[in-house]
């Protein structure tokens, strides 16, 4: 079974990806570290229930990598925005063998915590970047229950794409949360629900 781990905002440059987030929420972003594997960098924000929401970007200050980023980072283009969602698995080979699509495992670690993540061969998810990335912790306490809680709750996360009943269909039986919304749509995205201080704020 899969379970919501986190949602990840992009942006070009992380100070942008940091600034949206900050400014929807009102809320402050802590330290997260840098992923040497993939030239990447973070931010993170702990919310409630054991999820998170981190802001990553490319990392201009280490080379890029010969092979492509994670989270289709290489093309990404345009205003910071909230644009994957991850999942995690007790047991990464069993995923792959029922998601192929999603990739093949690449083992990461960072400050400390050590993961797999599945990533395509191009960096790219399908379904446009909405099919959920996916992975595995090995470490005994990950960033969901690590992180203080900033007080804010994902209330629902809404996966929006044309052919949204299908990807709902390739995940049926493997994931379900009640947060969870697949809509049909004309231009594929996320938007996210969040109770923020009892008011209810929408980060896209």
């Known amino acids: 079974m899969l379970e919501l781990d ?14 949206h987030v900050e400014h929807c929420l009102q809320k402050q972003l802590v330290a997260g570290g840098q992923h040497a594997h ?14 998170y929401l981190e802001a990553i970007a490319i990392d201009p200050s280490v080379p890029a990598p010969p092979y492509p980023r994670w989270f289709g980072l290489d093309s990404f283009a345009g205003p ?3 644009d994957k969602w991850i999942v995690r698995t007790n047991d990464m080979q069993a995923t792959l063998e029922a998601f192929p699509q999603a990739g093949h495992p690449v083992a990461l670690e960072r400050d400390g915590l050590r ?9 790219t998810l399908p379904f446009d970047g909405l099919f959920p ?8 306490v990950p960033p ?17 794409h044309p052919r949204a009943q299908d990807l709902e269909h390739v995940l049926s039986g493997m994931l379900t949360s009640p947060v969870l919304h697949f809509e049909p749509a004309e231009v594929p995205g996320l938007k996210a629900c969040m109770d923020v201080d009892g008011n209810d704020v929408w980060l896209s």
Do not use: C, Y
Not at 6 to 16: C, D, K, N, R
Not at 38 to 51: C, I, K, M, S
């Open 6 to 19: 986190h949602v990840a905002v992009l942006g070009s440059a992380l100070g942008e990806a940091v600034g």
């Open 133 to 140: 990335a996916i992975i595995q912790w090995h470490s005994a």
């Open 80 to 82: 910071a925005r909230l």
């Open 38 to 51: 993939f030239a990447t960098h973070n931010r993170l924000l702990g919310l409630e229930d054991g999820l």
């Open 144 to 160: 969901g229950q690590s992180l203080a809680s900033s007080g804010v709750r994902l209330k629902a996360l809404h996966v929006q």
């Open 115 to 123: 993961w797999t993540m599945a990533v395509p061969e191009d960096g």
